[in-house]
T-cell receptor, first 111, second 115 residues
Framework: GQNIDQPTEMTATEGAIVQINCTYQ??????LFWYQQHAGEAPTFLSY??LDGLEEKGRFSSFLSRSKGYSYLLLKELQMKDSASYLC????????????WGAGTKLIIKP | DGGITQSPKYLFRKEGQNVTLSCEQN?????MYWYRQDPGQGLRLIYY???????QKGDIAEGYSVSREKKESFPLTVTSAQKNPTAFYLC??????????????FGPGTRLTVL
């Protein structure tokens, strides 16, 4: 079957660093996406990984290990506006158009 | 400004009524998608369309119907056959499917409540 696991909720302090993990078991793999979603709003794209390694984009970085079926999103210098849900999605189904989505990790930032 | 619009943001309907949710994009994207989001669950794909006049069922198509008569528009009808229609509905589009072109851009969503 197709499965993506993320922690349900995490709490971190403003100014700190937090790592959100995502593990996946899919029939295929053609890339992994991270999205940010504020409550009641649309998801917005953060990063895309298809090769092993770290992709850095400002305060956000995303890592992928295809052999381990594992990715993480690293957020540095946390700000209150980073309080949101973070969704991991894998392109790994029968159709290259379909993404398999994790349930998301709700990140709570405390002052 | 390019983007995806969904209307209305909130929609209330009585049980047994069909309702159509609109989705329009001016990004010139070929592919469009409809998702349903419920609390504590990942996005679930209802239907997607790779090109005009063509669409495929996703994981939870039962009780829903779509059309793709124009590149810009992909309306979703929630029929009375859908057993639990109350949810947050998201429309998305992408330029293609391969690589970073598979990045999906989302509309603001429609929250449907069936009374």
């Amino acid at each position: 079957g197709q499965n993506i696991d993320q922690p349900t909720e995490m709490t971190a302090t403003e100014g700190a660093i937090v790592q959100i993990n995502c593990t996946y078991q899919t029939s295929g793999f053609n890339g992994l996406f991270w999205y940010q979603q504020h409550a009641g709003e649309a998801p917005t794209f953060l990063s895309y990984n298809v090769l092993d390694g770290l992709e850095e984009k400002g305060r956000f970085s995303s890592f992928l290990s295809r052999s381990k079926g594992y990715s993480y999103l690293l957020l540095k210098e946390l700000q209150m506006k980073d309080s949101a849900s973070y969704l991991c999605a894998v392109k790994g189904g029968d159709s290259n158009y379909q993404l398999i989505w994790g349930a998301g990790t709700k990140l709570i930032i405390k002052p | 400004d390019g983007g995806i619009t969904q209307s209305p943001k909130y929609l209330f309907r009585k049980e047994g009524q069909n309702v159509t949710l609109s989705c329009e994009q001016n990004l010139n994207h070929d592919a469009m998608y409809w998702y349903r989001q419920d609390p504590g669950q990942g996005l679930r794909l209802i239907y997607y369309s790779q090109i005009v006049n063509d669409f495929q069922k996703g994981d939870i198509a039962e009780g829903y119907s779509v059309s793709r008569e124009k590149k810009e528009s992909f309306p979703l009808t929630v029929t009375s056959a859908q057993k639990n229609p109350t949810a947050f509905y998201l429309c998305a589009s992408s330029m293609g499917a391969g690589g970073p072109q598979g990045e999906q851009f989302f509309g603001p969503g429609t929250r449907l409540t069936v009374l």
